[in-house]
Every structure is written in structure tokens, then in C-alpha cells.
């Protein structure tokens, strides 16, 4: 699998890569410190997924993948993140994002890129309820 990872940490990217490339199956092909670099380097690698922060300036994640997206609309982007926010979380799948994770829970991204490349959505469980709460409130809105 291949994997472009975007986030304004350069550290936390590198490390990621680190991270993600001790699984036999995945390949980092790019990293990227915003969101013009994801734009720019999904369209140089078409990766399986994108892997991105969601918080940066002065592009952020959702603006990058909502310009992906229209571009590309079989992308998966999966956020990861250090915000739990509802509004993010929402705005990020409305959008068409194949996921929403957070940072702290690093020992669950290998398996959050296999599920989304498998054609999954990912969120973890907390912060699902979340999601589901508040789009229940806005309409009934399935995710």
C-alpha cells in the first residue's frame, strides 16, 4: 500500500513514516508539512491513501481535501489528528474523507490505512458517538 502522509509537524511526519513503513505492506511514497503540499503530492503519487493532519495553515486539511476531492473523488484521505472536535469530525466526512483518528491512538493507524484502502470508514469509537449525536441533530444524516 501506498501512503502519502501531510502533517505541519515535521517531526511527527517523519515519525509516522518510521512508524508506518515497519509494516512489510506499506510504502510512504511523499511526506508533506500542509495542505498545498497534499494537493500537490496526491497528485504526483495518487497514493492508496492519504494520511493528514487536519489543522494547519495556511491551507488546512479540509481545504486541501475538499479540493482533492472534487478532483479526485475516489480518494481516501484519512485524518489523523490531535483534535477530537465534533465540527471537524463532521465537516471531514461530509466532505467524503474515509476516516477520522486521532494521534494518541498510533497503535491503531496500520490498521485504520488497511481498512480504509479495503474500501472502509474509520472512526474510533469515541469519537463516533460524537459524530453520531450531532449528525443525528442536524437531520438524520447517515455516516
Do not use: W
Not at 461530509?94 to 497503535?107: H, S, T, V
Amino acid at each position: 500500500m501506498q501512503v502519502v502522509v501531510i502533517d505541519d509537524d515535521q517531526l511527527v511526519a517523519v515519525s509516522l513514516k518510521t512508524i508506518l513503513e515497519a509494516a512489510p505492506h506499506i510504502t510512504v511514497a511523499a511526506l508533506g508539512t500542509g495542505g498545498r503540499d497534499a494537493i500537490l503530492l496526491y497528485r504526483a503519487h495518487r497514493p492508496d491513501v492519504l494520511l493528514m493532519d487536519i489543522r494547519m495553515e495556511p491551507v488546512s486539511g479540509l481545504e486541501a481535501a475538499e479540493e482533492i476531492l472534487a478532483e479526485y473523488p475516489e480518494a481516501n484521505i484519512l485524518f489523523l489528528t490531535t483534535f477530537s472536535d465534533d465540527e471537524y469530525i463532521i465537516k471531514a466526512l461530509r466532505l467524503g474523507a474515509k476516516g477520522y483518528i486521532l494521534k494518541q491512538d498510533f497503535e491503531g493507524i496500520v490498521p485504520a490505512l488497511d481498512a480504509v484502502a479495503g474500501g472502509q470508514a474509520v472512526i474510533f469509537l469515541d469519537l463516533a458517538v460524537h459524530v453520531v449525536v450531532d449528525i443525528g441533530a442536524a437531520g438524520g444524516v447517515a455516516v
